[in-house]
């Protein structure tokens, strides 16, 4: 380790520790989107964003890119959606060392999302329960930003993938339509797709995990990345986002359903409604806190299994993007060596700091 990752390891504790840890989660949340914004858009501020982090310079890495969903990913450690919602930040994100960055979950309709508060730390666990509900500004906001970061050479080259989710003032028989509407207006602007109906956070929305409510929705989806591709001569490709909270059979048969639309692979897994015995906070402060989705490292072997499951199910080739409990670099070797194509992460950057992803690539450059 150099002095200056040294000095970033211990600089991000005690802020963390003695300033942001005693903001409201969702204030610290975005107060953190602000400050990427404002340093990413000074002059040079890629540059300065790339050398104060650490992050890596994918020229100097001897070997090639890493080749998955017709995209050069320079660090298979991704940010999961949930950070950067409606698209404010994606190229900021990317020079902190992130080898693609997924933004949303976005929805045709702009909407709220939950009454606050509504994201919670969970400090001895290291993890996060959030409730957010697709809070968004809505699928034409995030086209309109999306369509301005690709303006420039270093966007047109960026992987940022979409991940979409239903509106939910839409009724589930309509759920189809509803991504259909995002997909249309987003395709154009994706490295790929996400659709998302694994989030407990939307009244319904797990439901249309089954076979008989997932089929029409990723037709729609299917057809307008199709669609898209067609006019801009290139891929759009589509993966589905599941929770862990799946059985085990209910995993194949999600699996067995993308092989037979034509999915590029599948997402897994999303945050989880349990509460493992293994969470050392307090359980009189986990029942206060109440409904959500839990994140963090209580994830990871559920999340392996699921990847082990999806890598026996679906067809060579489909891509897996593993996510759920990834801290350490380490971790990302054991999901690759599990066949994940890709692998993502999110609440380890909140206990870790901004240096965590350019650290990861860091060390993954050295194997």
Excluded at 132 to 160: C, D, K, P, T, Y
Aim: charged share 25%.
């Amino acid at each position: 380790m150099t002095t200056d990752d040294s000095s970033r390891r211990r600089l991000y504790p005690a802020l963390f520790r003695h300033v942001l840890s005693r903001l409201d989660a969702e204030q610290a949340h975005r107060l953190t989107v602000r400050a990427l914004a404002s340093a990413h858009a000074l002059p040079g501020g890629p540059a300065l964003l790339r050398a104060a982090f650490g992050t890596p310079h994918p020229m100097r890495d001897p070997r090639p890119a890493r080749r998955v969903l017709g995209a050069d990913h320079h660090s298979p450690l991704g940010l999961a959606a949930g950070f950067d919602k409606d698209g404010e930040v994606p190229l900021a994100l990317l020079d902190l060392g992130f080898g693609h960055v997924e933004v949303g979950t976005v929805t045709a309709k702009a909407q709220p999302g939950n009454p606050r508060p509504r994201s919670f730390r969970l400090l001895e666990d290291r993890a996060l329960i959030n409730r957010m509900g697709f809070n968004n500004h809505g699928a034409q906001a995030l086209a309109h930003r999306l369509a301005a970061a690709r303006r420039s050479e270093r966007g047109q080259r960026a992987v940022i993938g979409v991940n979409i989710g239903k509106s939910k003032v839409t009724a589930l028989e309509d759920a189809a339509e509803d991504y259909r509407f995002s997909a249309r207006l987003l395709a154009p602007y994706a490295s790929y797709l996400a659709v998302n109906v694994s989030s407990p956070n939307t009244p319904g929305l797990r439901d249309l995990q089954g076979a008989e409510m997932l089929r029409p929705i990723l037709e729609a989806v299917t057809e307008e990345a199709t669609a898209a591709g067609r006019r801009f001569g290139r891929d759009v490709p589509v993966l589905v986002k599941i929770a862990p909270d799946l059985h085990d059979e209910d995993v194949r048969a999600v699996a067995g359903l993308a092989a037979e639309v034509g999915l590029a692979g599948v997402i897994a897994t999303n945050t989880t409604i349990t509460r493992p015995a293994s969470l050392r906070t307090d359980r009189a402060r986990i029942e206060q806190i109440g409904a959500g989705g839990l994140s963090g490292p209580q994830l990871a072997e559920r999340s392996l299994e699921v990847l082990g499951l999806l890598r026996s199910a679906l067809p060579a080739g489909a891509v897996i993007i593993s996510c759920g409990g990834v801290t350490t670099a380490q971790d990302v070797r054991d999901r690759l060596e599990a066949g994940a194509d890709l692998v993502q992460g999110y609440t380890a950057m909140i206990f870790e700091g901004p240096s965590w992803p350019g650290r990861i690539a860091r060390a993954l450059q050295e194997d």
